[in-house]
């Protein structure tokens, strides 16, 4: 069974500090990995993507990514109260790419 | 910006009855997909759909489920006879060329109550 886990949290940081979200995959077949955002009863959101080992940076948010270990995180800089969240790591199949795998998520308070 | 969009919001049903749940891709999509997430638990992949036949499905998507394309627009998902465990938030989503490194745009989502 193909899975992305995830530390469910609840995670809370003050305003203003950094957030790290974690999430490991086991499909070592999946080449891009997603992050979305999904508020209580809304659709998810996606906040950035990340491919190549490495970090990838886009505003306050920073991807990292190392495929030998199967690792993914998201780091938000200067976290703020509407950062509060779930926040789902997405894997697709390593084959086709057609499905994702999501984990269950983490959540987020970000307290002012 | 371009958006996929779904209706209704929100459907309630009996037990045994038959639901359409309708989806409008982003318009030069190709590829469409169905999960659901049933409250407090993971997204869940039901199907893909590409060139008018189902490229993938899991298990969870057996025989009382089935999608369609009817038009250029449309594409719904209906399950023929609900059970309770039904009951879910169920997205649609899209993705103009498919494959491992395609972002996928989901819908607002349509929330299904069978009692």
């Known amino acids: 069974q193909k899975e992305v886990e995830q530390n469910s949290g609840p995670l809370s940081v003050p305003e203003g500090a950094i957030a790290s979200l974690n999430c490991t995959y086991s499909?070592?077949?999946?080449?891009?990995f997603f992050w979305y955002r999904q508020y209580s009863g809304k659709s998810p959101e996606l906040i950035m993507f990340i491919y190549s080992n490495g970090d990838k940076e886009d505003g306050r948010f920073t991807a990292q990514l190392n495929k030998a270990s199967q690792y993914v995180s998201l780091l938000i800089r200067d976290s703020q109260p509407s950062d509060s969240a779930t926040y789902l790591c997405?894997?697709?199949?390593?084959?086709?790419?057609?499905?994702?795998?999501f984990g269950t998520g983490t959540s987020l308070t970000v307290i002012p | 910006e371009p958006e996929v969009t779904q209706t209704p919001s929100h459907q309630v049903t009996q037990m045994g009855q038959e639901v359409i749940l309708r989806c409008v891709p982003i318009?030069?999509?190709?590829?469409f997909y169905w999960y659901r997430q049933i409250l407090g638990q993971k997204v869940e992949f039901l199907v893909s759909?590409?060139?008018?036949?189902?490229?993938?499905k899991s298990e969870i998507f057996d025989d009382q489920f089935s999608v369609e394309r009817p038009d250029g627009s449309n594409f719904t998902l209906k399950i023929r006879s609900t059970k309770l465990e039904d009951s879910a938030m169920y997205f649609c989503?899209?993705?103009?060329?498919?494959?491992?490194?395609?972002?996928?745009?989901f819908g607002p989502g349509t929330r299904l109550l069978v009692l």
């Open positions: 499909d070592r077949g999946s080449q891009s």
């Open positions: 759909f590409y060139n008018n036949e189902i490229s993938e």
């Open positions: 989503a899209s993705t103009s060329l498919g494959g491992p490194q395609e972002t996928q745009y």
């Open positions: 318009s030069n999509h190709l590829y």
């Open positions: 997405a894997a697709p199949e390593g084959n086709t790419g057609n499905q994702f795998y």
